[in-house]
């Protein structure tokens, strides 16, 4: 198994205690396009898909990984269709 999908893996084993450098770093690796519009928020979009806004603040709560893992397996469902 790759090193993303070990990540991937722990954040669905233990979605807690993440930050927001883990969810960029991701993003980069999917080519989701994230934004933060001045505020203490990300945004993390991918054409197609319906945006996640995650707070910035460390730790970010399970449900916000549990989306952004959500945009993730779109995306990758998307790809396989392609």
């Known amino acids: 198994m790759s090193t993303v999908g070990k990540l991937l893996e722990r954040m669905r084993r233990n979605p807690k205690d993440w930050d927001i450098e883990d969810l960029k770093g991701l993003a980069k690796r999917f080519n989701v396009d994230w934004r933060q519009p001045g505020t203490s928020h990300f ?26 893992l959500a945009l993730l397996d779109a995306i990758g469902t998307q790809n396989e269709k392609e």
């Open 43 to 68: 945004t993390f979009s991918a054409k197609g898909q319906i945006p996640v806004t995650v707070p910035a603040h460390k730790p970010i709560k399970p449900i916000y990984i549990k989306k952004f």
